[in-house]
Structure formats: C-alpha cells, structure tokens
C-alpha cells in the first residue's frame, strides 16, 4: 500500500492537524521497563483540520516511541512522494497528525521540518480529504473518493471496498465511470501504474503498447545493466500478469526468471528478450 493511502488513513483518523514551529519535549517514566514521550505545544501556527469545539491552551501530545508511530512510518518510508524532511529551510515547520482517545491527545503522524514544497502536499491532500469526509451523501462521497484514489494512482483498497459493500453502494465489484476510466488511463500512461487492474481489460491495446514501448526502448540498449533486466522481468510480468494461470510451468515464465541470471550470457539475454517482446505482443 502506498504511502498516499495511509496519509488518507492518517487524515480521516486525525481530530486535529496543524503546523508548529514552538513546541518542546517531555519525557515521563511509565514503568520499569518503558517511558513516555510528550510533546508540549507551545504555538499552533496552522490549523488544517479541527474536529474539536475548542483546544486546549496547554497541549501535550503523547508521541509514541520509534516502531509505535504506524503512520509516520508508513508514509515516511512508504516509497511515494512524501518524505520525512530534516533538513533546514527557510520554511521549515513541524506537522502534526493528532486524535484524541479518552481524554489524552495522542500524535498518529508527526512530520519534522518539512519545507514550502512538502507543505504545498500535504495541504492540498489534507484539504481534498477533508472536504470528502464531510460529503453526507454517501454515494456522492464514495464517487469522490474514487476519483481521489484515481489521481494518486491508486486501487481502493479492501477498508473502503467493505464498507460501501455494508452500505449496498457496490457490490462485487465497482463500477467506474466512463470519466473515471480515461483519467485512470491518463494516469496510468503518465506511469501511475497501479490502475493497472482498473483499466487493463477495457484499454488491453493500449495497456499492451505501453507495456511494450517500455520493453523495446530496454531492449534497444547497448549495454543494459541489472537493473534494466530486473526492470524488464517486472514488465513482462505485469503485462502477462505473470503468465496467466498456469503460467509457472511456461517456458516464458522461466526465460523471464534467467534474466537476472549470472550464468546467462548478454547476447543470450538478448535473445529472450526479443522472444519475450514478441510474447507479449501476440498476449491476449
């Protein structure tokens, strides 16, 4: 799951999000064998979203230990666009993700440092977000929530499947519009390509030629490296979506697996490349 999945997660979780730049540590003992970290806010910059009738003067969050922060991590070493800065900037703000359990204050996500450009992301994903979760209708908030998950490059993931399953909005499987496909495939050809299973059966053509331009441009190198094998095996098994049914037991799906083979000579690689160019061409 990408990390622009959990952020969604992280912002439909939060009751509070906010930029700080005054804000200091404390570090109680909870037992014998753990402590408890506290972040006390001393200025709350600016508020993103607030769920809450009024702040509290004196905020203290619980931040929880390295491995405890879920989020954070997921989204910090996620592998998508957004990333835990520490560096100086001329901006440079903290960025805080806050729900409240019971009466304690607790940090799901904390950003430290982040910059104008980062703060741009965040904002505009936050934003978008929020203005969703406050849709009524729940068909129309499902319909907006799709389009956000198309434009991140994103499959609805099984949470969001399940629940508008409960609420008998979809059934088996969902229904796309006819503006939803092509921006899925626009986005798809800009390479966002985990929309894959949204449009590969309505744009197979298309799906297969972009697959193949990325084959034959690898193919073309004069000396590919290992990383362009490495490269090429994942396409090829995209295309196919590895071979089909049956397909471990193929020749192809072994010629592909040689690829990052020592042993195989780079004229020999060539080879299987080409044949498996032509594979995918003729792939139905």
Request: hydrophobic letters at 35%; glycine letters at 4%; a negative charge.
């Amino acid at each position: 799951m990408g990390n622009a999945q959990n952020l969604r997660k992280a912002i439909l979780k939060s009751d509070l999000i906010f930029l700080s730049e005054a804000h200091n540590t404390k570090t109680t003992t909870k037992n014998d064998y753990s402590k408890q970290n506290y972040i006390n806010i001393v200025k709350i910059d600016t508020i993103l979203k607030n769920n809450f009738s009024s702040i509290p003067k004196k905020l203290s969050l619980l931040n929880f230990e390295d491995g405890e922060n879920f989020y954070s991590d997921l989204i910090t070493n996620g592998g998508g666009c957004i990333q835990n800065a520490k560096m100086i900037n001329e901006y440079s703000h903290d960025l805080f993700f806050v729900q409240k359990v019971g009466k304690e204050y607790r940090i799901l996500v904390f950003f430290n440092g982040i910059d104008i450009k980062q703060y741009d992301i965040f904002k505009k994903q936050i934003l978008t977000i929020k203005d969703v979760e406050q849709i009524k209708d729940e068909k129309v908030r499902f319909e907006k929530t799709l389009d956000w998950f198309i434009e991140n490059g994103l499959t609805p993931d099984t949470d969001f499947v399940e629940y508008y399953k409960s609420k008998q909005i979809i059934t088996n499987t969902i229904s796309y519009s006819d503006k939803q496909y092509q921006k899925a495939l626009i986005q798809f050809e800009k390479g966002e390509e985990g929309l894959l299973p949204i449009i590969k059966d309505k744009y197979s053509d298309l799906v297969r030629n972009y697959f193949l331009n990325k084959l034959e441009t690898i193919a073309a190198k004069e000396e590919p490296d290992n990383d362009d094998y490495f490269n090429f095996y994942q396409i090829v098994n995209h295309a196919t979506n590895y071979f089909g049914e049956n397909g471990y037991d193929s020749i192809e799906y072994f010629l592909n697996n040689k690829l990052s083979s020592d042993t195989i000579s780079k004229y020999d690689k060539a080879k299987i490349m080409n044949h498996l160019i032509t594979t995918v061409r003729e792939w139905k």
